[in-house]
């Protein structure tokens, strides 16, 4: 039996014993995190909360694994492999007392706790990745509800509406019928190409906004007036926004307002900065047929789905206004990547 040496510890038994409990205590966590990411692959969850049973069974586990350690160093010393200044029995009990017993259940107990609050760390950790990727994907269903929803708010009224003026033009004014069909097949086209995506370059929204409100002032000829302070070079012609998200504010104003020769709508759309502006007298309707109300809110969602912008609204007594923000490249590639990913798995 080795009663071992009551030397102070030198500098490189200090070294190893420091070593030894350092690669004991990451062999622990690193075993933590492979069994986690073991189970993660097969499905299984494990909750960050405390079970007396697997506290119990990590404490004992623990307990074992020192106490083998200890052992194995004892051993190392009978062979020679090691100093006997690596055991000094100042500060461990002999073998057959009861207080080195003692002595093992409290120092394992003060490591399995920091090999138990890491674990749960990790655990932490492992949940708040899962809810994460939970609510991205949340998010990108709903965003994509959000674009289908807007999809069919577009459609049926506004063909219903193009087709009733088409069908009166072609019997008044053949040549303004022919202008107005070509104006709905390019705006048409751009809808249905869009579809698979979830921006559109500037340029391309107000393209699609100059087919439609082309169409518009053919429908109500004076009582509607358009502009728009873009230049063709604008620096920002190339970013991007929502597809359809200025053709849907032109939409609303002409929906909610009202229109007449001697009081004419009037709606400009300008960059403020970073930002697209929509704005139009205000002359409100006092009953709205068909609206729902959910226009902007959708608007409002789209946003604070793909890049977390609020959508800015102002109104007046004579003036209402919305400003949209102009959306860069990283983030209409990223929604536009996604929606491609989402038309494969389809």
Known sequence: MITGSTI??????VFFRTATTFLLFLASCLANIFFLLCWEKKGRVV??????????????ATFIVLVLLHQTNLSLIEKGVLPASFYDRHEFYPDESWLYWVHMLVVTFVVFILVYYFHNFILLLFAKSRTEQEISKLKMANFESANQLLRQQIQPHFLFNALNVLKSLIRKYPETAEAYLIRLSDFLRASLNVSKVDTATVREELKL?????EMQKIRFGDSLHYHVTLEE??????DYLPFFSLQSLLENAIKHNQLTPAAPLRIEVSRLGDWIEVK???QPKNFVEGSTGNGLFSLKERYRILSGDEVGIRMTEDEFSVRIKILNHKIAMSNQKSAVGRTADS
């Open 8 to 13: 102070e510890p030198s500098l490189p038994v």
């Open 47 to 60: 909750e960050p909360e405390f079970n007396p049973r697997r506290f119990l069974s990590g404490y004992l």
């Open 209 to 213: 906004c100059e087919d439609y409100m």
């Open 233 to 238: 070079n604008d620096r920002h012609m190339d």
């Open 280 to 282: 139009n007298n205000l």
